[in-house]
């Protein structure tokens, strides 16, 4: 279902869709907005997709919180 | 199991890989994440993505984004926001392979993330989002909180076809996954998705909640959402009519159209519901409400319309049009909010998630809010449409101005805007008036009206003002310099021919600082208007009063006609009155007017009046006035001064009427006069006359002597009178009246204080000759005076002929040789060498009728001096009563010696 990709377009469209989201102050790196790219071009719903970073983020932040102050509390 | 969905997984795994490596700063534990982490991380991320999670804004991609630009640009990186405008339209502009193809997705991936890690940088520790990972530990169903941990939790409900065939995707992903632990988790998956269904209010919010289902907290507003939801089902139900259906029937009747329901009605005169539609009075109300706006619209629609039509059949006028512009204008303003309305009625506003209405369509409430400030202008358009209907031009502009009197700023402004539109022309005609004389307006608008008159009357009646016409913000002072400096422009241009002004008027333009150029003045400006006006018309009097005095010598002509139709030139005068003199004593139509122009150019010529110019001396004419049967030449003679083509503005025929007035009763004055003193040359007492009387028999000698001073007492009295009241009119009457005009003359500043002058100058000439109307009594009396002093000179005449006659009749009784000798001469010799001859034979006969001639005219005399002295007295007892004018030194010559004063004790109390 994916087109063969132009390599070139591609790197392209990624690099302004980079730009767009440094302009938005998402905090996403260059690769994980390719995989997101990539799954949204899948058909996934944006929504869900944004889910899933928020979530995730949110729980590593969380996680490395609890883990930081893990060793101390027992 | 295919290739997509394995990539799918991959994809996936990535993602989560990625997240869990890379949000963990450098800051944090370096630790990587354990795998338990990893798989539980993984696993909810395919939960979520199998979930049918769906934005709830229905995607629109140019929508996104100017969401995301304004909230950019509220943020206050306006800069920011260009740039992503710039990107995205060039990430837009990629088409084809390679390129992203589902945008919107992308942006609102973008959006969202950006939005939430916004929010987490606000709130530094996540205050509920342990509850999820603990949850999943545990291995129970995670739930999602909101940052706020507020429990606004809510449902997003999305039957979508799409998302169930995602699900299916992720249930194969699912199965492709190794660990077997998920597919529990998938099975609740799946059963959700069944379950799922439109979830209202918050009690089945909390089933749901309680019942293990995924609350997906998109934001802390959804509550209110959904109440709004269920507001929109709840009155959906109530009404016959959906409130969208409401609101565009709404916006249709605002221009003027009839919608599905909300109709113009006839009776009502405005749009209505209709009685048998079921909708609440509230919302009647409102509509009802909002529809005067239509109401009004159609009102100023139908006034502009209409004159549109008129513009060519009838006169509309130019400020009519104006008007008709600056309300299309405003319409124009009105339609583009329409369409504004109309498109967010029609389309749901694409809102952020944090907008607290996506509640997607225009509601009549918010219409009403809308409208709040169009159906204001609305109302001010509609009283003015209403009010100007009638009028046109000036007046119009005038009662606009009335309205634009108001304390609300808005209503000012936009009165002010529409003023000064509508008051364009108006100013144009000004400014074209009062830089170069045009008078450009076929409507008859302007507040200068003009007639078509010959050239003489054009500055006194070819143009004045039309008070209707005048707008109240133009003073009335100002109208009058308007009027006059148009006016003085088109005096320089028609009657002196003269292109000097076009230079003035440049000049005043230039030091007002407009350009001569057309719309340089407007409303508002009621100042510059009015320094342009008066420097104009400083320049233009000043340059049309130069003129008046150098090249058409107003004040050479000015002295030229008191000279001579004023008699001011004494030798002239003289002169005439003895050439012509015997000329005038024939009856009047036997008279040649052009000996009479003959004898005036011998007089010119004869008297100092030569060494005028002969510019003037061409100007001065005979006239004989129409005359009656019996008429002498007296009665119709004068004089006539032509004053020529720019000139006869100040000295029109009404003018020149009063001026020959003037002249008839000084010349009848210098008759008398003349007569008087004629007489006086026959009457007065020389030796040879007493010689000759001494000779006679006495009792003719003394009747003689007495009649003859009887006559000069009276000649004496009748002298006194006329050289008194002639010296009065020349020097107290002319020359003060004069030098008035003089000074004047050189104080006026325009062609209008010249007139003035002039025109005081004149009438208190006639005034005080006792001309005027309210001496007319007085004049009778004068000229009754008159008739009397040259009745008196026919009869003294006559005397002094039969004196002669006897004279000379005894002298040729005595020696008839010494006949034919001269007079004079044998006069002296027959009375010395013959004083005997009164004894001759005819003696006797000739003393009889001698002394019956003498006695008829002792009596004649005492007649005319009874006459005479009754009619004096009248004279002099009404002088004081002519209270207008200063007649003292008149009265103090008079009676200097008191004379009359004592004859009329009666009287003296009046006098003095």
């Not at chain 2, 449902?155 to 699912?174: P, Y």
């Not at chain 2, 008051?423 to 307006?441: H, I, N, T, Y």
């Amino acid at each position: 279902m994916v087109s063969q990709m132009d390599p070139e377009a591609a790197r392209n469209a990624l690099d302004l869709v980079f730009h767009m989201s440094n302009i938005l102050d998402t905090g996403l790196d260059r690769h994980t907005l390719s995989v997101l790219i990539a799954l949204s071009e899948m058909g996934f719903n944006p929504e869900a997709l944004s889910a899933v970073v928020k979530e995730l983020r949110r729980e590593t932040s969380d996680s490395s919180s609890v883990q930081s102050t893990a060793p101390s509390a027992p | 199991m295919d290739d997509g969905d394995r990539r799918a997984l991959d994809l996936v795994k990535e993602l989560v890989h990625r997240l869990l490596s890379t949000t963990t700063g450098p800051h944090r534990n370096p630790n990587i994440p354990s795998d338990q982490q990893y798989h539980q991380a993984l696993r909810y991320a395919i939960r979520i993505l199998s979930s049918r999670m769906t934005p709830s804004i229905a995607p629109d991609e140019s929508a996104m984004v100017e969401s995301i630009k304004r909230k950019l640009a509220t943020q206050g990186k306006s800069s920011d926001a260009l740039t992503f405008a710039d990107v995205y339209t060039k990430f837009s502009s990629k088409t084809g392979s390679g390129s992203v193809r589902n945008k919107w997705a992308v942006l609102y991936l973008l959006k969202t993330v950006s939005e939430d890690r916004k929010i987490q940088k606000h709130q530094s520790t996540a205050v509920a989002s342990n509850a999820f990972l603990s949850s999943a530990l545990s291995g129970g169903l995670p739930e999602l909180v909101g940052n706020e941990a507020n429990r606004n939790l809510g449902l997003r409900n999305d039957n979508s076809k799409d998302s169930r065939g995602l699900v299916g995707k992720l249930g194969k992903i699912d199965k492709g996954y190794s660990d077997g632990s998920l597919s529990d988790e998938f099975q609740n998956l799946n059963c959700v998705s069944d379950n799922s269904r439109v979830v209202r209010g918050k009690s089945e919010v909390g089933k749901g909640f309680s019942g293990g289902l995924l609350m997906v907290s998109k934001d802390p507003e959804n509550l209110r959402d959904m109440a709004y939801k269920e507001f929109v089902n709840l009155s959906k139900e109530e009404n016959e009519v959906s409130e969208d259906v409401l609101v565009r029937d709404v916006l249709y009747a605002c221009q003027g159209i009839d919608g599905k329901y909300v109709k113009y009605d006839e009776k009502a005169d405005g749009y209505v519901l209709p009685d048998w539609m079921k909708v609440p009075r509230a919302t009647r109300s409102v509509v009802r409400k909002l529809c005067e706006l239509g109401f009004l619209f159609r009102k100023v629609k139908g006034y502009i319309s209409e004159s549109m039509n008129q513009f060519l059949a009838q006169d509309v006028g130019t400020v009519g049009q104006a008007f008709c512009a600056a309300l299309q204008d405003e319409l124009s303003e009105y339609y583009k909010l329409l369409a504004v309305l109309e498109g967010q009625a029609m389309n749901p506003i694409p809102l952020g998630t944090e907008s607290a209405c996506s509640g997607n369509y225009m509601s009549l409430r918010r219409l009403s809010v809308w409208f709040a400030e169009p159906i204001v202008k609305m109302r001010l358009m509609a009283v003015l449409v209403d009010n100007c209907k009638s009028l046109k031009g000036g007046a119009m502009a005038g009662a606009i101005h009335m309205h634009a009197q108001h304390g609300d700023p808005l209503v000012n402004d936009f009165m002010k805007r529409l003023l000064r539109r509508v008051c364009s022309p108006l100013f144009e005609m000004v400014r074209r008036w009062v830089l170069e004389g045009e008078l450009e307006d076929i409507f008859a608008e302007f507040f200068v009206l003009s007639r078509p008159v010959k050239d003489e009357s054009l500055w006194r009646e070819g143009y004045r003002l039309h008070a209707a016409m005048l707008p109240a913000f133009i003073t009335q002072t100002l109208a009058k310099q308007i009027l006059r400096t148009g006016k003085s422009i088109n005096f320089l241009r028609v009657c002196c021919d003269d292109r000097g002004w076009a230079d003035a008027a440049a000049e005043a333009a230039t030091a007002v600082g407009t350009t001569t150029t057309r719309g340089s003045l407007g409303y508002g400006e009621t100042d510059a208007l009015e320094s342009l006006v008066t420097e104009a018309a400083k320049r233009i009097d000043k340059h049309l009063l130069e003129l008046m005095h150098k090249r058409y010598k107003f004040k050479e002509h000015c002295l030229a006609i008191k000279r001579y139709l004023l008699l001011g030139q004494g030798d002239f005068v003289q002169y005439l009155m003895d050439i012509v003199g015997p000329d005038l004593s024939e009856p009047a139509n036997t008279i040649s007017s052009f000996k009479l122009a003959t004898l005036l150019e011998s007089a010119i010529t004869s008297s100092n009046a030569q060494y005028d110019g002969c510019d003037i001396r061409a100007r001065l004419r005979v006239k004989m006035m129409p005359h009656n049967t019996g008429d002498r030449g007296w009665d119709v003679f004068s004089l006539e001064y032509d004053a020529g083509v720019p000139l006869n503005t100040v000295f029109t025929e009404s003018v020149m009427t009063r001026y020959i007035r003037v002249f008839n009763f000084l010349w009848k004055l210098r008759r008398v006069e003349h007569a008087l003193t004629g007489t006086w040359k026959t009457m007065k007492p020389n030796c040879i006359t007493s010689h000759f009387f001494s000779k006679l028999p006495q009792a003719v000698k003394s009747q003689l002597l007495l009649t003859s001073r009887k006559c000069q007492v009276l000649w004496d009295e009748m002298n006194h009178f006329v050289s008194n009241l002639q010296y009065y009119i020349m020097f107290e009457v002319l020359e003060v009246s004069w030098s008035n005009l003089v000074k004047e003359m050189e104080l006026s500043k325009d062609l209008d204080d010249l007139l003035a002058a002039h025109e005081k100058y004149l009438f208190s000439v006639l005034e005080k000759s006792l001309l005027g109307e309210r001496s007319q009594e007085l004049n009778k009396t004068l000229f009754v005076l008159f008739d009397l002093i040259l009745r008196f000179r026919s009869l003294a005449d006559r005397l002094y002929e039969g004196i002669n006659e006897l004279q000379s009749r005894t002298t040729a009784e005595t020696s008839i040789n010494s006949r034919d000798k001269v007079k004079s001469r044998g006069k002296t010799n027959d009375k010395s060498s013959e004083p005997g001859s009164w004894l001759g034979e005819g003696r006797k006969a000739l003393t009889e009728r001698t002394g019956e001639f003498l006695r008829n005219m002792g009596n004649d005399i005492d007649a005319i001096g009874k006459d005479y002295a009754t009619i004096f007295e009248g004279f002099i007892s009404q002088l004081p009563v002519q209270q207008h004018i200063d007649l003292k030194f008149l009265m103090f010559r008079l009676n200097f010696t008191e004379f009359y004063s004592q004859l009329q004790p009666i009287t003296r109390g009046k006098l003095f």
